[in-house]
């Protein structure tokens, strides 16, 4: 049994924690005081936020899970505000952390874009990775692309102190690619959350079970390792009508992934974890696909969960050896911080104008 810690780190990062305990607890706001979660692995989650009421927003995350880190109500998408007040508690996090007890592996979830979860993130993992043995991973949430320039600063200053520190992999989730899951932003951000979930589970599942052919945590740390020790998640799901090849290739394409990826192009490792009933998995489909993948992109490891009864779910893990959509959203990001360099530069040449203009005068009564 896996020994696994989740931290959900900001208004963001908390949110999917509380999807995730919520899936781990079936469902019901109640089940929290009562119930147990049913994690196939040993898990330990921790939402720790600067914003109380965002901390007293979550319906399915026991109290003593909630680690507020006083700074008045949140840091105001003020990274730098962040990261003084992270190192001010450092200690008191790290404190809360060693009391849960020793792990196997870590994740920490956050969006880069805002203050607490994107300030917090990067050094949080680095400060774990110098005090603790076991391997962290970062699970980031890219902004949507309209929701303002110092999100989208933030957002590119998060993911290249993560890309440049001592994380040992992370999961890239892109709310703008993600929009068309609701019907309206908070739905959005609801359904973008709950599809987190249920993929992350899925994995922890796989990587804490027996299987017919076996992917584990070994080859799960293999795969993050490629590349630019960047990666996402595809997913799907089959049907009567749907054979298990299609399912794998629905989980690469741009309607099962977590992020715009060109699969064949822009990944060179893989993992391919296929669940479901015997009768529907023919092993032809299944290595032919695999092969397809593998002759472009090179390693892949590959996991079989047989389900009696159950339809073919499939979920790929595919590292990220380049990305064009990642490109594009730096070349955002800095144009962002030009802009808001000129607005501020803009704004203290007016004061200072007008500060010349009252030299000499006196108040006239």
């Not at 959900?8 to 607890?25: P, W």
Request: net charge neutral; hydrophobic share 40%; proline share 2%.
């Amino acid at each position: 049994m896996l020994n696994v810690l989740i931290i959900g780190v900001g208004q963001c990062g908390n949110r999917i924690l509380d999807s995730i305990n919520r899936e781990a607890f079936g469902g019901s706001s109640l089940a929290k005081y009562y119930g147990t979660q049913k994690f196939k692995s040993h898990v330990e989650t921790i939402a720790i936020n600067t914003a109380i009421n965002d901390l007293k927003e979550l319906k399915h995350t026991k109290a003593k899970d909630r680690i507020q880190v006083p700074h008045l109500h949140g840091v105001g998408a003020n990274r730098n505000v962040g990261k003084q007040t992270f190192e001010e508690n450092k200690e008191l996090l790290l404190r809360v952390i060693e009391e849960r007890g020793d792990f196997d592996v870590a994740f920490v979830m956050a969006s880069s874009s805002g203050g607490t979860g994107s300030s917090f993130a990067p050094l949080l993992i680095n400060a774990m990775k110098e005090r603790y043995k076991y391997n962290v991973y970062g699970i980031i949430v890219l902004p949507f692309r309209e929701e303002g320039s110092i999100y989208l600063q933030n957002s590119i200053f998060c993911v290249k102190e993560i890309m440049d520190g001592n994380c040992d992999g992370t999961i890239i989730v892109d709310n703008q690619y993600l929009k068309h899951l609701g019907k309206d932003i908070k739905n959005a951000y609801d359904e973008i959350n709950s599809t987190v979930a249920k993929r992350f589970l899925f994995l922890l599942k796989a990587l804490d079970s027996e299987m017919m052919m076996v992917t584990d945590l070994g080859d799960f740390k293999t795969v993050m390792s490629g590349g630019t020790k960047l990666a996402t998640m595809g997913f799907g799901i089959g049907d009567r009508n749907m054979p298990v090849k299609g399912v794998i290739q629905h989980s690469i394409s741009q309607a099962g992934l977590l992020f715009k990826l060109d699969p064949y192009k822009e990944s060179n490792r893989a993992m391919i974890i296929i669940e479901g009933d015997q009768k529907y998995l023919n092993i032809n489909d299944i290595t032919s696909e695999v092969e397809k993948l593998s002759a472009e992109i090179g390693q892949i490891f590959k996991g079989i969960l047989l389900r009696e009864g159950q339809m073919p779910k499939v979920l790929t893990l595919l590292s990220i050896s380049s990305s064009s959509e990642l490109d594009r959203l730096f070349e955002i990001g800095i144009d962002a911080v030009h802009k808001e360099r000129e607005r501020k530069e803009q704004t203290t040449g007016l004061n200072r104008e007008i500060k010349s203009r009252l030299e000499g005068l006196e108040p006239q009564y």
